[in-house]
């Protein structure tokens, strides 16, 4: 499979950000890697006008279980799709957070994405008071298994395991910890979808990768690329990332 570089701009970025976009592509015209940006909503079309012939995607960072109707604010999957997008993130841990979204709408949403032919990038992560319970597989077993639509395949789906405490903080799992959590991910998404389907699904971790860290995380077993937040901002600390994944192969 293509091992695959996100990176999650979040509520950061107007329109003078696209030249760090612009800056990407012309780093990495022929990478080995995939890679994948997904900017506020205001920025999806204009980035893939932009990227229309480089090798950079632009993803959503959410969309709405709904094909469209009265939701005011909010964004169907399909009209990602038409401004350009080629997956969006869903669940993410700060729209679980700020959103109250559950694991069910997460699904639904994910659902979505596919029917409008988005790779659905879906989050899945443990907050420390469930890790330092030793909850944190029980937590994850049970958000994958109400956070993934039957319509679930390798081409279409990609798990983000991001702890929850790992994000934007600077603190990062160990290694053996993240290495038992991606086993974890594909062990159980074998179970469910068969072993050729998982195989192929993308497991990417995130929370505080940078590139200092990057290198060290991808060379853990079942680790296949990375969900980037803060480090994605800026070309310079994302490229070098995206070349400790390539060295990774
Ligand atoms: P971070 O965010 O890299 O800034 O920790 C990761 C994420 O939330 O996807």
Avoid at 32 to 52: E, G, M, N, R
Avoid at 108 to 123: F, Q, S
């Amino acid at each position: 499979m293509r091992k695959l570089a996100a990176g999650n701009w979040k509520m950061n970025g107007t329109r003078a950000a696209l030249s760090e976009l612009e800056a990407l592509a012309q780093a990495h015209p022929t990478p080995s890697v995939d890679i994948l940006i997904c900017p506020p909503a205001t920025l999806v079309q204009p980035a893939a006008a932009l990227l229309a012939d480089a090798a950079v995607a632009i993803g959503g960072q959410d969309c709405h279980m709904a094909r469209a109707g009265a939701h005011t604010g909010d964004i169907a999957a399909a009209q990602l799709a038409d401004a350009g997008a080629t997956a969006v993130i869903v669940g993410h841990s700060e729209r679980r957070e700020d959103h109250g979204e559950t694991s069910d709408v997460v699904r639904e949403k994910a659902n979505a994405a596919h029917d409008a032919g988005l790779i659905a990038v879906i989050c899945v992560g443990e907050t420390l008071a469930e890790r330092d319970a030793g909850h944190t597989l029980d937590v994850i077993g049970a958000q994958l298994a109400a956070s993934l639509p039957e319509t679930c395949t390798a081409a279409n789906t990609v798990i983000a395991y991001e702890p929850v405490w790992a994000i934007g903080t600077g603190k990062m799992p160990t290694l053996d910890q993240i290495a038992e959590v991606h086993g974890f991910l594909r062990d159980t998404l074998a179970a469910r979808f068969g072993d050729s389907e998982a195989a192929g699904m993308r497991l990417l971790y995130g929370g505080s990768v940078k590139a200092t860290n990057a290198a060290e995380i991808f060379a853990v077993a079942n680790v296949d690329g990375a969900l980037v937040g803060g480090a994605s901002l800026r070309e310079d600390d994302f490229s070098q990332i995206i070349s400790a994944l390539q060295d990774a192969l």
